[in-house]
Nanobody, 115 residues
């Protein structure tokens, strides 16, 4: 019953914003590192942003200054605020939890940026 469930995806116009949520259950969320990844059709999955159990963050160069990752340990939830969205941001966005050699993926949520 370890589970990650993403939500908040959808269709948005270029320049718009979305906030993705990843709700975790079945494990001690606060001690896990969390990340957002994305995968476009025919492309490899790539790291978008990650946040450590201590709150340190890292971002892919392509999303720096546009996306913000955060976590709310009281809600067992990690967020990805996405601003100034571009068509190249179109992908399925996946949440990942990781600690040492253990990791778990969510099933993903579709983000489509199109006019």
């Amino acid at each position: 019953q370890v589970q990650l469930v993403e939500s908040g995806g959808g269709l948005v116009q270029p320049g718009g914003s979305l906030r993705l949520s990843c709700a975790a259950s079945g494990f001690s969320f606060s001690i896990y590192h969390m990340g957002w990844y994305r995968q476009a059709p025919g492309r490899e999955r790539e790291l978008v942003a990650r946040i450590s159990s201590g709150g340190n963050t890292e971002y892919a160069d392509s999303v720096k200054d546009r996306f913000t990752i955060s976590r709310d340990n009281a809600k067992n939830t990690v967020y990805l605020q996405m601003n100034s969205l571009k068509p190249d941001d179109t992908a399925v966005y996946y949440c990942k939890a990781e600690r040492f050699r253990y990791f778990v993926w969510g099933r993903g949520t579709q983000v489509t940026v199109s006019s």
